[in-house]
């Protein structure tokens, strides 16, 4: 794996890292939110990562595996947590059903933070990994001079 490659896995990884965290904020965000466009309560969101470019299963069983060149990650996509709602007794508010319980969305503020949490030290490894790379691509120019 050349320089530039690692340096382009480590960004890949900054680059789902820092969605990840803003789609964690969104989640904070929303705790409350018993109601949104479409009239439902707000669902907690997460993000599905795959690998960028992967390597087809035809080059794998024909032996070129020692080929193989990472790819980084990327976010294939942003799924709704289907878990269910948290209700609360709440016979005075709008948003309350016929039995007067308010659904409020399955956001754990707790887990959230953990997960943001997470998410910042994967983000700043990626930096160590990126600025490592940078590192031993300056020294090799240097080595020219």
Do not use: C
């Not at 659904?103 to 910042?120: A, G, W």
């Amino acid at each position: 794996m050349g320089v530039f490659s690692a340096m382009n896995v480590a960004a890949t990884g900054m680059t789902a890292q820092q969605l990840r965290m803003d789609v964690i904020a969104e989640n904070i965000a929303n705790a409350s939110t018993t109601r949104t466009e479409n009239g439902e309560a707000y669902r907690r969101k997460m993000l599905v990562f795959s690998e960028k470019n992967t390597t087809s299963f035809d080059h794998v069983l024909h032996g070129y595996l020692n080929q193989y060149q990472p790819n980084g990650v990327r976010v294939s996509g942003i799924v709704e947590d289907q878990s269910d709602l948290r209700l609360v007794y709440e016979p005075d508010n709008p948003d309350a059903n016929e039995d007067g319980y308010v659904e409020y969305p399955n956001v754990d503020t707790v887990t959230e933070m953990t997960n943001l949490i997470d998410s910042s030290r994967a983000y700043e490894a990626s930096v160590t990994s990126f600025n490592a790379a940078k590192s031993m691509a300056m020294k090799g120019l240097e080595l020219f001079q």
